[in-house]
């Protein structure tokens, strides 16, 4: 039985997330106030007893979704031996951390510079995501090629399951394609509550900022090989996983194809670290047979 472990991306946040893991755990407790002094502000209070719009906001979610994470899989000490990890979007910073090619004082610095590398780009042009249900994965992508070849940004951003995808882009160019994608039989096209346009070259300014911070961090050879969003494979050397980090900003999330390849490679038994059940969701629709388990 091989064990991996799997991180959530921005989405997955509440108001109180973490707060049990603060409360009885001494370890938790010095981590979590380890990343207050980092960021120079208390993160720690808006997770606890913040509100749902404090929490909303780009360059808050993302630390907080993966300080939740990762220190959720700290605190399970000698049981957590990860044989591979991956993580959704953020989450792969997480993942990151957990299998030891990050630190988890760099790790979390890289995910706030992210953050507010994001967050600025939403601002300079707004944008945003939906999702698309009950369609094949060839259908979206036609149809985002159509919008794209009119002049309107829009690409499949995340392939979460079969029948799900995310589409992300200019919110003109969004609107566009749902209309389209529910007359070709779409079941849904919801727009989601995310600040703007990720893994779409709306994102290229952040990924510009980014790739600096990335080129000056220290990244070593995980203990267990990590599945990156760019390619659904894993990854060792720590020159391609930089390389895979930079693209990401810009590139879908290849969620759907890096369970099915796990799987392939081994992997019986998925363990969710974190806040929120939305990645054992995914899973239970890609491979039924897996089992299942959440921490957090």
């Avoid at 509550?193 to 990244?219: C, D, Q, W, Y």
Wanted: net charge negative; glycine share 8%; aromatic share 6%.
């Amino acid at each position: 039985m091989m064990k991996a472990y799997v991180f959530p991306g921005q989405g997955a946040q509440f108001v109180g997330m973490g707060k049990v893991l603060y409360e009885n755990s001494p370890l938790a407790k010095e981590l979590f106030e380890k990343a207050n002094r980092i960021l120079g502000s208390r993160i720690t209070d808006l997770m606890f007893d913040g509100t749902d719009e404090d929490l909303r906001q780009t360059h808050v979610t993302q630390p907080a979704v993966f300080l939740h994470s990762v220190i959720s899989a700290l605190c399970l000490g000698d049981e957590f031996r990860p044989e591979m990890t991956a993580g959704h979007s953020l989450g792969e910073f997480s993942a990151l951390v957990a299998a030891g090619a990050l630190s988890f004082e760099d790790g979390l610095k890289l995910v706030y510079a992210r953050a507010v590398a994001m967050q600025k780009a939403c601002e300079a042009q707004p944008s945003v995501m939906a999702a698309i249900l009950a369609l094949p994965d060839e259908t979206v992508e036609k149809v985002c090629a159509e919008v794209s070849a009119e002049g309107y940004v829009c690409v499949a951003a995340n392939y979460n399951s079969p029948g799900q995808i995310v589409i992300s882009g200019s919110i003109a160019g969004v609107n566009k394609a749902c209309e389209r994608l529910k007359a070709a039989g779409a079941k849904r096209a919801l727009p989601l509550k995310v600040g703007g346009a990720f893994h779409s070259p709306l994102m290229e300014p952040a990924k510009v900022e980014l790739e600096a911070a990335i080129r000056a961090t220290n990244v070593h050879v995980p203990k267990c090989p990590v599945y990156q969003n760019v390619d659904a494979l894993p990854h060792t050397d720590p020159i391609e996983i930089k390389k895979n980090l930079v693209a990401q900003l810009t590139a879908p999330v290849r969620w759907t194809q890096i369970v099915k390849n796990m799987v392939a490679d081994g992997a019986t038994d998925f363990t969710e670290c974190g806040p929120g059940t939305v990645l054992q969701g995914l899973i239970k629709k890609i491979a039924p047979e897996v089992q299942l388990h959440g921490v957090g």
